[in-house]
């Protein structure tokens, strides 16, 4: 991932233009080759990315109060016409979080906290955005075959003496010729964990913690030893915490 489309719209010339050049910069020194736009309308931001050529934007930043249109407003919209940006909300208006989750947002930035959000804002998305694009490498165990996995895409990995089974999102078993710490060691930067001698997780596809177990989404339940129980809980509300995707009381 080294080129990014995104656009900026705030109503607020100043305000838009500041938010524009610290996104320029934030992607610049992270080696990204960002192309950005800016628009003082929701409606020029509307007419804008359902008619360009080759598609929308790959991340727009939107102001949620506007004229014409709130900016949840544009980002239902956006999305009723097949936009599939990724929206992040830049704004003062934090009783809003909630009606911004039909848009299913990939953050939200408060305007009053704006350098440090924005920071963890795009950090997270490009995290996301590295997961979703790298691949695992692999040889079968059995005939040796070379497999190109999807990392986003593996849900756990399961350590059976000399067999090493990546599990994925369609229930596909790998048996691959590697170590359970070879792998650990490959995926943790993906948010895929230990959590017993046996078993990798991957945090995206975790429905539940309980003291000996892990609740996956798809139903599947998976070994947690209860020496790891209170550090993986801990890094679970880490990793929903800068991913954004749920609110919640501990």
């Known amino acids: ?10 109503d607020d010339k100043i305000t838009c233009d500041a938010i524009f050049r610290c996104i320029s910069t934030i992607f610049s020194k992270c080696g990204i080759n960002a192309s950005g736009s800016k628009f003082y309308s929701p409606s020029a931001l509307y007419y804008h990315a359902v008619n360009r050529s080759g598609g929308g934007f790959d991340i727009v930043f939107l102001d949620i109060d506007m004229p014409q249109y709130s900016g949840i407003d544009l980002g239902k919209a956006l999305r009723h016409n097949g936009a599939e940006s990724d929206i992040i909300f ?21 305007k009053k906290n704006f350098s440090s959000d924005l920071r963890t804002a ?5 995290s996301k955005k590295l997961s979703e694009e790298s691949y695992l490498v692999v040889q079968t165990n059995n005939n040796s075959t070379t497999l190109k996995l999807p990392v ?3 849900v756990y990995v399961e350590g059976m ?67 790891k129980s209170r550090e993986i809980k801990d890094i679970y509300l880490k990793y929903l915490r800068k991913v954004g995707s749920v609110m919640f009381t501990e």
């Open 90 to 110: 830049v704004s003062n208006r934090e009783d809003k979080v909630f009606e911004t989750f039909s848009v299913n947002p990939s953050g939200f930035v408060r």
């Open 152 to 154: 986003s895409k593996i």
């Open 161 to 227: 003496r000399d067999h090493q089974y990546i599990v994925m999102e369609d229930g596909e078993r790998v048996d691959v010729r590697m170590t359970l710490g070879e792998l650990e060691e490959k995926l943790v930067q993906f948010d895929i964990v230990r959590t017993h001698k046996s078993f990798l997780v991957n945090l995206k596809y975790v429905r539940r913690i309980d003291v000996s177990e892990i609740v996956l989404s798809n139903d599947q339940m998976v070994l947690l030893s209860r020496s």
């Open 122 to 126: 795009l950090k997270s998305y490009l």
């Open 1 to 10: 991932m080294t080129n990014i489309s995104f656009a900026v719209c705030d």
